[in-house]
């Protein structure tokens, strides 16, 4: 029995990963290591992007992409998303849960 308790509490096991194809580093549920363990999922309805971003515990969180350019807005939910550039990645933090997404910029039209 002491066996099973000790398997079970070992931290030495890599933390689990969001099912997905597509995967980007985040810190949630308390954690503050960045990790590669979220997975994103995109949904377009009426030309309007929407990233599903599921964490490896079952929950997820929705953003909208803002097509101002101005990164990602909470889709659901009271408390705002706090966003910056950093490294040339979108850094995003909502409540104690933080998200790195890869960033996609627009070319500007030659004149």
């Given at each position: 029995?002491?066996?099973?308790?000790?398997?079970?509490?070992?931290?030495?096991?890599?933390?689990?990963?969001?099912?997905?194809?597509?995967?980007?580093?985040c810190?949630?549920?308390?954690?503050?290591?960045?990790?590669?363990?979220?997975?994103?999922?995109?949904?377009?309805?009426?030309?309007?992007?929407?990233?599903?971003?599921?964490?490896?515990?079952?929950?997820?969180?929705?953003?909208?992409?803002?097509?101002?350019?101005?990164?990602?807005?909470?889709?659901?939910?009271?408390e705002?998303?706090?966003?910056?550039?950093?490294?040339?990645?979108?850094?995003?933090?909502?409540?104690?849960?933080?998200?790195?997404?890869?960033?996609?910029?627009?070319?500007?039209?030659?004149?």
């Open positions: 029995m002491t066996f099973l308790l000790a398997a079970c509490s070992s931290s030495s096991q890599p933390p689990p990963v969001a099912a997905g194809d597509e995967h980007i580093a810190a949630v549920a308390g954690s503050a290591r960045l990790a590669e363990v979220c997975s994103v999922e995109r949904s377009e309805q009426g030309g309007k992007l929407t990233l599903i971003v599921h964490h490896p515990d079952g929950a997820f969180r929705r953003f909208d992409v803002m097509t101002d350019g101005s990164g990602l807005a909470v889709t659901d939910g009271a705002p998303a706090q966003t910056k550039l950093v490294d040339g990645k979108l850094d995003v933090t909502v409540g104690a849960d933080r998200y790195v997404f890869p960033v996609t910029t627009k070319a500007h039209a030659a004149h």
